[in-house]
């Protein structure tokens, strides 16, 4: 009757902008690492934001902030979410964990590895007998003292980075330990790949006969990793380039 064409009709949509919502859901969960999308949803509801409980789960499911069903005992300074950003200066984020070795008697080494995720920078190479959380501490302590502490650090759940030692130690200092799910060994792949350096150059092309002997070997291969050895990464440069543009040598351990 009014001779309007039909395409001149058209829906528009009433839904708001996702943005703003996920934002602040986000805002919720980084401050409050225990709720739920539930109580996510209660929240928001009290602020005053008109939206249902599927839509919250919806985005809460998109940003991966599922909560596990038991949360780790005295884990205070743990990362409860999955939430990482690449590193962007030195001492942002460091990975670390053990590899094992033997020395020419057969008898077991653990060695402690520890890598700076932005400039590849090796910190330490600790070969021990055996390790413990006060182990693993007191050898983070002697190294912080001497080139700083890092924000995050990335590690496994092997016992002794879930010691209560640890969890206190990284507490006191300002720490956040970064876990990696069980059974997936790529969420710490920095250290893999140090690692595998590690073993390639320096463990697999030694005999070891004492634990000083392999402190010896061990750390001489460190100095050349960090000062002399081109890193592909970092533009085929030595690591030590990126941690102190003067080119000044790696502290001794």
């Not at 829906?11 to 934002?23: E, F, I, N, W």
């Not at 964990?97 to 600790?126: E, G, K, M, W």
């Not at 016992?159 to 200092?173: G, H, K, N, T």
Request: contains cysteine; positive net charge; charged residues 30%.
């Amino acid at each position: 009757m009014l001779k309007f064409d039909r395409s001149t009709c058209q829906y528009k949509s009433r839904r708001r902008d996702p943005a703003s919502l996920t934002a602040r859901i986000k805002e919720i969960c980084e401050t409050r690492v225990r709720y739920g999308y539930r109580r996510v949803h209660y929240v928001l509801r009290r602020e005053g934001w008109e939206v249902n409980p599927k839509r919250v789960y919806r985005i809460y499911r998109e940003m991966g902030l599922q909560l596990r069903n038991k949360s780790p005992r005295r884990r205070v300074k743990a990362k409860l979410r999955e939430d990482r950003t690449d590193a962007v200066c030195s001492n942002d984020v460091w990975a670390m964990d053990f590899v094992h070795d033997q020395l020419a008697t057969s008898r077991n080494l653990r060695v402690l590895a520890v890598v700076d995720t932005f400039s590849r920078y090796c910190p330490v190479i600790d070969p021990r007998f055996s390790y413990r959380g006060e182990d693993v501490v007191a050898t983070l302590d002697r190294v912080c003292q001497e080139i700083g502490y890092p924000k995050t650090i990335r590690v496994d759940n092997g016992s002794e980075f879930v010691s209560r030692d640890m969890d206190l130690w990284a507490y006191q200092r300002g720490v956040t330990l970064d876990f990696s799910r069980p059974g997936k060994p790529t969420d710490n792949a920095f250290v893999e790949a140090f690692n595998s350096k590690l073993r390639g150059e320096c463990l697999n092309t030694h005999w070891f006969m004492s634990r000083e002997d392999a402190c010896e070997k061990m750390e001489a291969w460190r100095k050349y990793y960090n000062e002399e050895r081109p890193h592909s990464a970092i533009g085929n440069i030595p690591p030590v380039l990126l941690v102190n543009s003067a080119g000044d040598t790696s502290p001794p351990c």
